[in-house]
Structures are given as structure tokens and as C-alpha cells.
């Protein structure tokens, strides 16, 4: 096959799967769209947000790449596209782990207070390095007066939770470090997710190098005939296999989001949220 052969080849390849992602997107949008003035509940309005935020990172991927599907020529920038890719994989699966219907009112209450210690942890670090930056005489943030009571309180109803749901002791501390975002870790959430592992980790793992910029993304650059104005075939390649690996995890969301967030019924947990946290935990066990 000539050269020019292969450009075609790899432009209608990259036209297919750029067709292909935005019909997916145009279904989120729609998704989106017709939850606009439902009352849902707090878990529901929680994986819209991240819902939305993949949504968002999908129409960012749209425009970086649809003049040169358009074109055939100009800048195609596969490193902001592999970045964005494993953006819409995090968030693709946090919409999944925060609306996963099987759970029961205390594992979900397990699931939400770990990430609140999570965002409540890694708040303190990059706050702590902050001060250190602004001059000493001026104000300690607010955070600092509630952070020991509030992650001592976020620590003590993680003991309860777990120990209500039958997890271990050890594991249980391991929670209450604030370093954990899934109960189960990420492999767990995409197991429940019923996601294929094995595409998973390679996926996440090779644009988490795009991510990072670690020498996976820019050591084999000559070998790639990377070029800012007539992408190369491994450019087109790579950003053909980004939009159907983007475009499939999408799909899953929408598919999600759809049953799950037309409205308030279809959260399974509503009756609980409804009813008032201390009854629903007092009848859910």
C-alpha cells in the first residue's frame, strides 16, 4: 500500500470513529437536556454533575479534532487528546460507582462518606502548601479550624458504615486514611461497572501516560513522525482508537444515566432519602 493509500485509509478511518463519538455525544446532550427541571435526589444530582463533566470533556474532544476530520490537514493534537480520553474513563466510571443501583442505603452511605474524607485529606495538601506561600501574617484559612473535628467525625461514621456493611477492621482503617476513592479500589468500581479489566487497565494506563507526560508519550516521537501540521499515521491511529475508546464509555454512562436519572423513582434509594437519614438507617439493615 502507497503512502497515499494509507492517508486515506487512516482519514476514513478517523472520519468512521469521529462519526461514531458524536453521535454518542449528541445523546448525552440529550440525556442531559431532558433532566432539566426534575427534582431528583442528592445521589442523583451527584452523578449528573460527573456525568456532565464527562459530557464536557467529550465536546472538548469534539472541537480539537474536528477540523482536521473535516480538513485532512492541520494541527491534531493527540497529546490534549489522550489526556482528555483518560479524563472521560475517570469520570465515565465515577458516574458509574455513584449511581450503581444495587447498593443498599448503608453501603451507600459507606461510599459517600470515603470520598468526603478523600476530598476532605487532599483539600489539607494542596491548602497547607498554599500558606506557606502567602505571607505569615496573613489569615490561616477558615478549613484549618473544622479540619481535625470534621475528619475525626468523617473517620468514626466510616467505622460505622463499614462495620454495618460487614467489611473488616483493616480494611475499614485503610478507609479511614483518606486516601481511598472507591470502597473497592478502581478495578473493583469497573468490576461492578461489569467493564472488561483487562481493556480497563490498559486503557487508563496508557493515556495516564499523556496525562503525566512520562516518557511513553514522547520518546518514540521521531519513529511516530509526530508533526504540528500534517498529522501522521500513527497521530490519525491514535486519535481514531481515543474517540472509540472515549465514545464506548460514554455509551455506558449514557446508558446509565438514562434509567437512573429521568427522575426521582428511578434511584432506588429515594424512599431512604426521603424518609430521612437516621429512619432509613435504622430499617436498612
Not at 427541571?37 to 470533556?57: D, E, M, N, P
Not at 520518546?219 to 504540528?228: A, L, T, V, Y
Not at 481514531?240 to 465514545?247: D, F, H
Request: glycine share 6%; hydrophobic share 35%.
Amino acid at each position: 500500500m502507497s503512502e497515499d493509500e494509507i492517508a486515506v485509509d487512516t482519514n476514513q478511518l478517523l472520519a468512521d470513529a469521529f462519526e461514531a463519538f458524536t453521535e454518542a455525544l449528541e445523546e448525552s446532550v440529550r440525556i442531559m437536556t431532558a433532566q432539566d427541571g426534575i427534582y431528583h435526589t442528592g445521589r442523583q444530582r451527584r452523578a449528573i454533575s460527573v456525568f456532565g463533566k464527562a459530557q464536557l470533556h467529550c465536546m472538548t474532544l469534539e472541537t480539537i479534532v474536528e477540523n482536521v476530520v473535516r480538513t485532512g490537514s492541520g494541527l491534531l493534537d493527540h497529546f490534549t487528546v489522550g489526556t482528555i480520553t483518560r479524563s472521560i474513563i475517570d469520570a465515565s466510571l465515577m458516574t458509574m460507582y455513584l449511581s450503581e443501583p444495587s447498593l443498599t442505603f448503608q453501603q451507600w452511605q459507606l461510599r459517600r462518606e470515603v470520598l468526603h474524607l478523600h476530598e476532605l485529606t487532599n483539600r489539607k495538601r494542596f491548602l497547607e502548601p498554599q500558606g506557606k506561600v502567602i505571607s505569615s501574617d496573613g489569615p490561616r484559612p477558615p478549613f484549618f479550624d473544622t479540619y481535625e473535628q470534621a475528619k475525626k467525625d468523617s473517620r468514626d461514621r466510616i467505622a460505622l458504615y463499614g462495620e454495618a456493611v460487614g467489611i473488616e477492621s483493616e480494611k475499614i482503617k485503610k478507609l479511614q486514611e483518606g486516601q481511598w476513592v472507591f470502597v473497592d479500589g478502581g478495578r473493583g468500581a469497573a468490576r461492578e461497572a461489569d467493564w472488561d479489566l483487562n481493556a480497563f487497565e490498559f486503557e487508563q494506563a496508557y493515556y495516564s501516560a499523556y496525562v503525566h507526560s512520562h516518557p511513553v508519550s514522547f520518546m518514540k516521537m521521531d519513529e511516530q513522525e509526530i508533526s504540528w501540521s500534517h498529522p501522521s499515521p500513527f497521530q490519525r491511529n491514535f486519535v481514531t482508537l481515543a474517540l472509540n475508546v472515549a465514545g464506548r464509555y460514554l455509551e455506558r454512562a449514557n446508558d446509565r444515566m438514562k434509567a437512573f436519572a429521568a427522575d426521582e423513582s428511578c434511584d432506588p434509594l429515594a424512599p431512604h432519602f426521603r424518609d430521612g437519614t437516621q429512619q432509613s438507617t435504622r430499617t436498612s439493615s
